[in-house]
């Protein structure tokens, strides 16, 4: 039988109360966020066991027999001192989230998502991810052949879906476009079969699961925390953790919230541009239409539906948000390696970017105590799952969902990148990303570099490049000339079907 009783689906805005159900939005009030609350009254967290047995009490499910153990959770937090020294801080905690099973802190949600919709009764759901949610959630899938998962993914994305050959999980590739048009097109396959769509930071069971890194921490830092630092995308993280720090008060294990900073890259940084703008709501203009950047987890360039939660839990907990330079993630990620021999993901490196700018500020103070959580590590060289379908523009119906026919998965930025190593004679293990700057920096493309690649990007993609198109904006990065061929291919499928 399912047990309701220690568990409440409440709207946050005019409180209304949902029976237990994948209710996320309230029909009432605009689609406000519905919270979950737990009655503590008898909460405990358990001494060990896997991440689900210890903290049931504080997580979304109504019945023992739906728990899973992915091997997630139970990282180790260390006392980061050189880092630590290095950038001037004495109490830099690392909670080492990349210990999880796909590296990521991802595999919490994984598990928990999984769990609470087979609470809840669901068994297909479609998600489109930059790779570290969907990785984690196939591998929780991949073990009930009951269920199913559809995936959207953009063209470069596809290697980031590290969870290979699950017959119950079928990847949707859209070999010429972005990770943003990949959840539009999730969005209409989700309208066209009925598929529920599982609603990111809307979805109780992806954003509680994330909380309890910060739930281990408070009993594994010797100290009281007294911020908590997190590179975000729709800071899911960041408002369960919130949340979680009044259940631990509520409990008696702390006794005060800690202060919630939140770091974003200079490329995508929507949501501090709202909290700088000060006001409830972010602005359209704050909106990033085309995000790109070095944190592949977190190009979310319009968290405008759950800003205003994220801002409020930020603001009640006295912390802050920011922005991370390029140059600043680089220097991180290779000084938390030189120092502690710590892999992590740029994603993870902006919390270091963020605390070393606050101390500057006088924000931070040098002994305060920080807990950092780092959220992930790149899977490099993992085997990449491969498409079932391929996505297109289409005229006629929005998207084209045709069988993967097999053959090359080079999408739009794999065709540039190679065509970039060859026309420049480029050493073969080079380093190349989205934000490898070919003008000015970087590469440093001279004119008649400039004219050759371009030369050679219209053999490849068989588009001309007009003199107008030359320009600084197309040319600026390699992500920017990927943009620009995704775009002329677009237009080029759409006038063909029309
Ligand atoms: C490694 C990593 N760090 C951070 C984030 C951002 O998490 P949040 O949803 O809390 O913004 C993600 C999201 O996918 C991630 O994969
Ligand atoms: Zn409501």
Redesign the pocket.
């Known amino acids: 039988m399912p047990d309701q009783s220690r568990i409440t689906l409440k709207c946050v805005k005019c409180g209304k109360v949902y029976p237990w159900s994948f209710s996320v939005q309230c029909a009432d009030c605009n689609n406000a966020l519905i919270d979950i609350d737990y009655d503590l009254s008898k909460a405990r967290i358990g001494r060990e066991g896997p991440m689900m047995e210890r903290y049931f009490d504080f997580l979304p499910l109504t019945r023992r027999e739906f728990m899973i153990d992915g091997g997630e959770g139970n990282t180790p937090c260390v006392h980061s001192r050189e880092l630590g020294k290095a950038l001037g801080f004495s109490n830099l905690y690392s909670k080492m989230?990349t210990a999880n099973p796909t590296r990521?802190?991802?595999d919490r949600q994984g598990t928990m998502a999984v769990a609470a919709l087979r609470d809840l009764g669901i068994s297909r759901f479609i998600t489109s991810?930059?790779?570290?949610?969907c990785t984690s959630l196939a591998r929780i899938v991949s073990r009930f052949p009951d269920m199913h998962m559809s995936i959207f993914v953009g063209d470069e994305f596809l290697k980031r879906v590290n969870w290979v050959d699950a017959p119950n999980v079928d990847v949707y590739w859209l070999k010429n476009g972005t990770f943003v048009e990949a959840h539009q097109a999730a969005r209409w396959w989700s309208n066209k079969t009925g598929d529920s769509s599982e609603r990111?930071?809307f979805f109780f069971g992806k954003r509680e699961a994330?909380k309890i890194a910060y739930m281990e921490a408070v009993e594994q830092v010797p100290k009281p925390i007294e911020y908590y630092v997190?590179?975000?995308?729709?800071?899911?993280?960041?408002?369960s953790t919130w949340k979680a720090s009044y259940q631990m008060k509520e409990i008696g294990l702390v006794e005060r919230i800690p202060g919630m900073i939140c770091v974003q890259e200079e490329t995508c940084n929507p949501m501090v541009r709202g909290w700088e703008r000060g006001q409830e709501q972010m602005s359209p203009e704050d909106v990033i239409r085309y995000p790109r950047g070095l944190?592949k987890?977190?190009l979310?360039g319009d968290p405008s539906m759950v800003f205003t939660y994220v801002r409020h839990a930020v603001a009640d907990s006295g912390g802050t948000m920011l922005t991370a330079s390029q140059d600043d993630m680089r220097e991180m990620k290779k000084l938390a390696m030189d120092t502690e021999g710590m892999d992590i993901?740029h994603?993870?490196a902006m919390t270091l970017a963020g605390i070393r700018t606050l101390l500057k500020q006088g924000w931070l103070k040098p002994d305060a105590v920080l807990l950092l959580?780092m959220?992930?590590a790149d899977r490099v060289g993992a085997a990449h799952a491969m498409p079932k379908f391929v996505v297109e523009r289409d005229e006629v119906d929005e998207w084209r969902v045709t069988p993967f026919e097999g053959g090359s998965v080079e999408g739009a930025l794999d065709r540039v990148e190679r065509v970039l190593v060859e026309s420049q004679k480029l050493p073969g293990d080079v380093e190349l990303d989205t934000e490898t700057w070919l003008l000015g920096k970087g590469l440093a493309l001279d004119s008649v570099a400039l004219l050759e690649f371009s030369l050679a990007l219209e053999k490849e993609f068989e588009f001309e490049v007009t003199e107008e198109e030359l320009n600084y904006e197309n040319f600026r990065t390699v992500g920017s000339v990927a943009d620009l061929f995704r775009s002329k291919m677009a237009d080029h499928a759409l006038k063909r079907n029309g």
């Open positions: 989230e990521t802190t991802k991810s930059t790779g570290n949610s990111g930071f994330l997190q590179g975000i995308s729709s800071a899911m993280g960041v408002y944190s987890s977190t979310r993901c994603t993870a959580n959220t992930g």
